[in-house]
C-alpha cells in the first residue's frame, strides 16, 4: 500500500517570495507522483505529475517539482509567488502498473499575503 | 459536457435519512472515482469504477455507503440512514485511464448532516 505525508498543513509566505511545499511518500513499489491544487470554492486540478524520466517536473503556473527517489520526496516549489497562489495543494501518489488508485496526502494551504 | 459535474452542489439533511449523490464524467471517460472530504481534511477514496470491470468500494467507510455506474456514465453514490459524521464534501472524479492518468474533478457535495 500507499501513503502520502504532507509534511506542513499550512505554510504563510509573503507575495514575491519564494515557496516549498513539503511531500513524502511511501511505497514498497515504484509510484507515480502528483500535485494537485484546490483554489477556494473549486474543484481539484492538476499542476504537474511525475510518471518517468527527468525527476525535475514543471507544471503550470510557474511550479515546479522534483522526484527524489532515495529521499522518497516530491516537494514542490516556486521561486516567486502571488496573491493568487493562494489554495489548498495535495500530493498524490499510486503504484506503477495497470490501474492503482491515487491516494492524497492531508493538503497544505498556502496562504500568499501581500 | 465540458467537465465532470456533481449534483446537487449542497446537501442538508436529518440525521438517519437517505442521500443520492450524482455524478455526470466527461465524455469517454472510463474510470470514475468518488473521494470523500472532510473539512480540513485529504481527499480518503471511497470507490473506483473502470468500464465494464468489478468496482473497487475497498474505501466504502460502512455498508451504509454504495454506488453505482450505468456502463460509462452517471454514477450515484447513495448513504443510507445518514450520521453526522458522513458531513463532507463528496468529489467525484473521471480519467480516461486509470492510476497514471490525470483525475478531473467536479466541484463536489457539500453535505451537511444536523
Known amino acids: 500500500a500507499q501513503s502520502v505525508t504532507q509534511l506542513d498543513s499550512q505554510v504563510p509566505v509573503f507575495e514575491e517570495a519564494p515557496v516549498e511545499l513539503r511531500c513524502n511518500y511511501s511505497s514498497s513499489v515504484s509510484v507515480y507522483l502528483f500535485w494537485y491544487v484546490q483554489y477556494p470554492n473549486q474543484g481539484l486540478q492538476l499542476l504537474l505529475k511525475?510518471?518517468?524520466?527527468?525527476?525535475l517536473v514543471k507544471g503550470i503556473n510557474g511550479f515546479e517539482a522534483e522526484f527524489n527517489k532515495s529521499q522518497t520526496s516530491f516537494h514542490l516549489r516556486k521561486p516567486s509567488v502571488h496573491i493568487s497562489d493562494t489554495a489548498e495543494y495535495f500530493c498524490a501518489v499510486s503504484a506503477k502498473g495497470g490501474y492503482n488508485k491515487l491516494i492524497f496526502g492531508a493538503g497544505t494551504r498556502l496562504a500568499v499575503h501581500p | 459536457g465540458a467537465g465532470v459535474s456533481q449534483s446537487p452542489s449542497n446537501k442538508v439533511t436529518e440525521k438517519g435519512k437517505d442521500v443520492e449523490l450524482r455524478c455526470d464524467p466527461i465524455?469517454?471517460?472510463?474510470?470514475l472515482y468518488w473521494y470523500r472530504q472532510r473539512l480540513g481534511q485529504g481527499l480518503e477514496f471511497l470507490i473506483y469504477f473502470q468500464g465494464n470491470s468489478a468496482p473497487d468500494k475497498s474505501g466504502l467507510p460502512s455498508d451504509r455507503f454504495s454506488a453505482e455506474r450505468t456502463g460509462e456514465s452517471v454514477s450515484t453514490l447513495t448513504i443510507q440512514r445518514t450520521q453526522q459524521e458522513d458531513s463532507a464534501v463528496y468529489l467525484c472524479?473521471?480519467?480516461?485511464?486509470?492510476?497514471?492518468?490525470?483525475?478531473?474533478f467536479g466541484e463536489g457535495s457539500r453535505l451537511t448532516v444536523l
Open positions: 472524479a473521471s480519467s480516461s485511464m486509470g492510476g497514471t492518468g490525470e483525475l478531473f
Open positions: 465524455s469517454g471517460h472510463t474510470a
Open positions: 511525475y510518471l518517468s524520466g527527468s525527476t
